[in-house]
C-alpha cells in the first residue's frame, strides 16, 4: 500500500469517528488486524488517526482564517484539511510538498477539480504564512482549551477543581503518547522471567511500581508477541493494575465485581487469588458479559462467573454481608483516558456526569451492604471528575455512617503514591501526568466496629 492510500484509510477512519462516535481505539486496530496496511505503514496511519483526533480542536483554530468564512465544507473534505495540517504541523519527516500532493490527489478521487483546487490553494496559503499562533491568546481558559484541543466548558470544569497548573498539566499529558503496560500471569510465568525474555527479544522494558506483576514497555509490539498469543501477559494500564493490589485478596474469597466488562479487573483478582475460590462479575450488557468470559478463558482461570445483570438490583440475587470483597469499577465519564480514546473529550458533556454520578450513588448504595462485617470494598473509576469521585465517596458516607474509608487503604498504597498530589480524605486521584498512566481514582471502605 502507498503512502496516498494509507492518508485514505485514516481518512475514512476518522470520518467514522466523527459521523459515527466510533472509538479510535477499536476502528484503528479494526483496520490493523484487517491485513489491508502494509507492517511498515502501520506506524503512519496510526499516528495520523490518533494526531488529527488528539489535536482536533487546535487544527481547526489553525484552519479558521484561510477558510475565509467558508464553514460548509463537507465533512471529508474539512476532515482531509485537518489531517494534512497535522502533518504540516506536528510531524517531522514527511516534506510540505509531499502532504499537499498527496491531499490533493485525494480530493480529486473523491470531489472535483474544484475542490482539489480549494484544498490545493488552503494549504499551499498555511505553507507560505505559517499558522496562527495560539501563546497570543490572553485567555487562559482559552488558550489552554486551543493549545491542548480540550473543549472550553471541561478546561473550566478542571479549573475550578485542580486549579490552572494542574489543569494545564493534565490537559497537555492527554496529548502525548504513553508507555503501553502489560500484567503478567503469574500462574504461568514469573515477572522475572517474562522481563528477562522479552529483554533478550529487543523489548526494553521495566517493572512496573504500581504492581508486582506489572511491566511498562517502552520498545517493542507485544500485541504480536508470544506472551500475548499465549495468555502470558494481558494488556492492562497500569494506574488499572493498582484495583486489585488494593483489595487485599486471598485464595478462597468470595468476591464481587459489580461492573465487570471487559474483564480486566476480575482475571487480575482471580489471579490474586491464584484461582481458587469465586468472582461474580456482572454487567448490564449481555455482549460485554461475553467478553468477561472470553477473557478469563484466554488467562485460563476457570473462578470467575459473569452474568448479566444491573448492579443496582444486585441485592435482589443476594442476601447482606455476603462476599468478603466488592469492587465497583463504576461506570463513568472516562475523562481519565483520554489519552487512549481522545474523541472522549469532544463527546461528554457535563450533564453526562451529572448523570453518571447519580447512577455512582445508587450503585455503591444498593451493592455496599453485600459486603461482609471484615470485608473490604474497593471504588474506582477511570475519570479524574471529582463529583464522579471524592463527592460520591463523602455522600455515602455522610448517608451511611456505618461505611467508612479504610485507613490502611493509604499506607498500602505504593510507596511513590503516598505522597501524591491527588491523595484527600475520600482516596486517590491519579492524574495522567503524574506517572504517564490512566487517570484514575481509588478508595476502599469498610464497616465500622469490625
Known amino acids: 500500500m502507498n503512502k496516498q492510500t494509507v492518508r485514505s484509510k485514516a481518512l475514512d477512519t476518522l470520518i467514522r469517528i466523527e459521523k459515527d462516535q466510533g472509538y479510535s481505539h477499536l476502528l484503528v486496530n479494526q483496520e490493523l488486524q484487517a491485513g489491508g496496511i502494509r507492517s511498515k505503514d502501520e506506524g ?25 468564512g467558508k464553514t460548509n465544507l463537507d465533512l471529508w473534505v474539512r476532515v482531509l484539511l485537518r489531517m494534512s495540517i497535522y502533518q504540516m504541523v506536528f510531524l517531522d519527516r514527511i516534506p510540505d510538498h509531499a502532504i499537499i500532493h498527496e491531499a490533493v490527489e485525494i480530493a480529486k478521487s473523491r470531489g472535483h477539480k474544484g475542490i482539489a483546487s480549494f484544498v490545493n490553494g488552503v494549504l499551499r496559503a498555511i ?24 473543549p472550553q466548558w471541561l478546561v473550566e470544569r ?31 510465568i514469573s515477572r522475572g522471567e517474562a522481563i528477562r525474555q522479552m529483554e533478550e527479544s529487543g523489548f526494553k522494558v521495566h517493572p512496573s511500581f ?27 494500564d497500569q494506574s ?95 475523562l481519565g483516558v483520554i489519552r487512549g480514546k481522545p474523541e472522549i473529550k469532544y463527546h461528554k458533556r457535563e450533564e453526562d456526569i ?60 505504593p510507596k511513590p503514591l503516598h505522597d501524591s498530589e491527588g491523595i484527600s480524605k475520600e482516596g486517590l486521584q491519579i492524574f495522567p501526568q503524574t506517572f504517564q498512566t490512566d487517570g484514575f481514582f481509588i478508595t476502599r471502605l469498610k464497616l465500622k466496629n469490625e
Open 44 to 68: 503512519l496511519f496510526t499516528e495520523i488517526v490518533y494526531g488529527t483526533v488528539q489535536q482536533q480542536l487546535t487544527l481547526d483554530y489553525y484552519l479558521k482564517p484561510f477558510l475565509k
Open 127 to 150: 505553507q507560505r504564512k505559517g499558522v496562527p499562533s495560539i501563546s497570543a491568546l490572553s485567555d487562559d481558559t482559552t488558550r489552554i482549551s486551543i493549545a491542548t484541543s480540550h
Open 354 to 413: 451529572e448523570r453518571l454520578a447519580s447512577i455512582q450513588q445508587e450503585i455503591l448504595e444498593t451493592v455496599a451492604p453485600l459486603l461482609k462485617q471484615e470485608g473490604r470494598l474497593v471504588y474506582s473509576t477511570c475519570t479524574v471528575d471529582q463529583q464522579e469521585n471524592e463527592q460520591v465517596i463523602r455522600a455515602f458516607c455522610e448517608k451511611h455512617p456505618s461505611f467508612e474509608v479504610d485507613q490502611t487503604f493509604f499506607t498500602a498504597l
Open 240 to 334: 488499572s493494575m493498582l484495583v486489585a493490589e488494593l483489595l487485599q485478596l486471598k485464595p478462597g474469597m468470595s468476591v464481587l465485581d459489580a461492573c465487570s466488562a471487559p474483564g480486566g479487573k476480575a482475571t487480575h483478582i482471580a489471579e490474586k487469588m491464584e484461582n481458587q475460590g469465586r468472582i461474580d462479575a456482572y454487567d448490564l450488557h449481555a455482549k460485554k458479559v461475553k467478553l468477561i468470559q472470553a477473557k478469563a478463558d484466554e488467562l485460563d482461570l476457570s473462578i470467575i462467573h459473569p452474568s448479566t445483570g444491573d448492579a443496582r438490583k444486585l441485592r435482589e440475587k443476594y442476601k447482606d454481608a455476603t462476599f468478603d470483597r466488592i469492587l465497583i469499577d463504576a461506570p463513568c465519564s472516562g
Open 158 to 188: 478542571w479549573m475550578n477543581q485542580y486549579g490552572k497548573e494542574t489543569t494545564e498539566a493534565m490537559c497537555l499529558a492527554n496529548t502525548k503518547h504513553k508507555p503501553l503496560s502489560v500484567r503478567i500471569q503469574p500462574l504461568k
Open 210 to 236: 504500581f504492581s508486582p506483576q506489572g511491566i511498562v514497555i517502552e520498545e517493542g509490539n507485544v500485541l504480536k508477541s508470544k506472551w500475548f498469543q499465549e495468555g502470558m501477559v494481558t494488556i492492562q
